[in-house]
Each structure stands twice: as structure tokens, then as C-alpha cells.
């Protein structure tokens, strides 16, 4: 019991870890006139016409940017 325990906690630890970086370094927020609060260094050319999915927590979560 106290192994299963532990080993949820790790799990719990993995999944907020993921969403916080997530959702501070990718998703668009409003008041910040659409950028994420910790955007990416790279820049992304919004031109292209090929998208990429990009899986968040084993594909709970998906993604989808334009691909250079």
C-alpha cells in the first residue's frame, strides 16, 4: 500500500511538472496579448503550411504549431 503511495505521488509530480510547463511556456494566455508567460527563444515561422502535433503527457494533452 505505502509502495503504491509513493509511486502515485511520483506520477502526480510528473503530470503538474508537465502542465506547468505547458502551460507557462507554450499555451497563449490573454492578458498577455497572446504569449505565454515564458515564451519559447526560438521564433516560429506562422508562413508555413505543414503542422506539427506535439504530445503533452503521453498525448492527453496535444499540441499543434505550424512546422518550418
Do not use: D, S
Request: net charge positive; proline share 12%.
Amino acid at each position: 500500500m505505502l509502495a503504491v503511495l509513493g509511486v502515485l505521488c511520483v506520477l502526480l509530480a510528473f503530470v503538474l511538472t508537465e502542465h506547468t510547463a505547458h502551460c507557462n511556456g507554450h499555451r497563449p494566455h490573454r492578458p498577455l496579448g497572446q504569449q505565454p508567460p515564458n515564451p519559447p527563444p526560438q521564433v516560429i515561422n506562422l508562413t508555413a503550411a505543414r503542422i506539427q502535433r506535439r504530445p503533452i503527457l503521453g498525448g492527453l494533452i496535444n499540441e499543434y504549431t505550424q512546422a518550418a
